[in-house]
């Protein structure tokens, strides 16, 4: 069984920074794909950044220049640095996993508000 815990969301100001962090834990071998969802109120759930096992990220292009998805493989952690905060970036954040074939595994979501 895999768990995933997600911590850092917060109350920011637009224009400051967060960094939330999302821990696996289980039975696994390896993951093959961490990556970061959002989900803003009467809204669907938007991949925001992914992150495979080789290193290689991708993000949508509404984040591109202001956020940085990185892992620690040896933690299973990924990290989303979130700077230059925008309002619309407010939403519930997710962190997703892959593991092997299996997956995609979510996390329990942690919320992230920018006032302006």
């Known amino acids: 069984q895999v768990q995933l815990v997600e911590s850092g969301g917060a109350l920011v100001q637009a224009g400051e920074s967060l960094r939330l962090s999302c821990a696996a834990s289980g039975s696994f071998f390896s993951i093959n794909v961490m990556g970061w969802y959002r989900q803003a109120p009467g809204k669907q759930r938007e991949f925001v950044a992914n992150?495979?096992?080789?290193?290689?990220?991708h993000y949508v292009d509404a984040v591109k220049g202001r956020f940085t998805i990185s892992r620690d493989n040896n933690k299973s952690t990924v990290y989303l640095q979130m700077n230059s905060l925008k309002p619309e970036d407010t939403a519930v954040y997710y962190c997703m996993i892959v593991v092997g074939d299996k997956g995609p595994y979510w996390g329990q979501g942690t919320q992230v508000t920018v006032s302006s």
């Open positions: 992150i495979l096992a080789g290193g290689s990220t």
